[in-house]
């Protein structure tokens, strides 16, 4: 059987490489990822993912996929696979995405490796700006998930499930997967703890988790601004585009 898990960068796509690692283990299924480190021979870059053999397989694990670009140009691969897209309330997404670009993102050539003129010149620059300028490619990608998740019956999960209700966000990935109650409650055990942090460290990766997190960060023109150019993905997802 082929599985796929697909999400986008801060998105806990970091704890979806974990659970594609579960997944990989609990069905004897080798996995293709982008995190894997380069020299395994199942790391497929994220840039050539989507052109990679392995999809003609009859049996793998895919995921973390961070972009519907990333997949199969013709998403056909989803017709005969169990998979589900992991999202995030946008508006949080981007804000976690500026202090991950800013301060807390391990560099690494050839992939995120800006100078340290680049993240001073964002820190400067500021959250507000810095959000709004990488908004546009965000719509982008939620769109396509939508899409796929119409079009193909994918299932999505949210970020804000997995904080606040970790039984029913793990009962919905094993249903999605068709895994069945022993890999649920796999999880329930594994990960009982996985979601607790303390306080809020700009330099850690977890730097912080509890949803909302836009309206203690974002001036509230700019949070007006994402409510307009996110307004139908907010609604689709069952966000309030209004707050």
């Keep these: 059987m082929r599985y796929i898990v697909m999400t986008t960068w801060k998105c806990a796509s970091m704890f979806m490489w974990k659970l594609c690692n579960d997944v990989s283990e609990f ?19 994220e840039s050539e993912i989507g052109r990679a053999a392995f999809w003609s397989q009859e049996n793998f694990v895919a995921g973390p996929i961070r972009a519907a670009s990333f997949l199969p140009s013709e998403h056909s691969i989803l017709n005969d696979s169990r998979a589900f897209i992991h999202l995030r309330d946008p508006r949080d997404t981007l804000v976690s995405l500026f202090f991950s670009n800013v301060y807390s993102h391990s560099r690494a050539e050839g992939k995120f490796n800006p100078s340290d003129e680049k993240r001073k010149a964002w820190e400067e620059q500021g959250i507000d700006a810095h959000v709004l300028s990488i908004s546009d490619s965000y719509v982008l990608v939620y769109e396509d998930y939508l899409r796929i998740s119409q079009d193909k019956r994918i299932f999505v999960t949210k970020y804000e499930d997995m904080i606040y209700n970790r039984n029913s966000f793990f009962e919905k990935i094993s249903s999605a997967l068709e895994l069945g109650v022993e890999f649920r409650e796999h999880l329930n055990r594994k990960y009982k703890d996985e979601f607790k942090v303390n306080g809020e460290d700009i330099y850690r990766h977890k730097r912080q988790m509890l949803p909302g997190d836009y309206r203690r960060k974002l001036k509230g023109e700019t949070i007006e601004i994402l409510n307009k150019k996110f307004e139908n993905i907010l609604e689709a997802l069952g966000y309030d585009a209004n707050q």
């Design 27 to 45: 069905t004897n299924s080798p996995l293709y990822s982008p995190n894997h480190g380069d020299n395994h021979p199942h790391y497929v870059s």
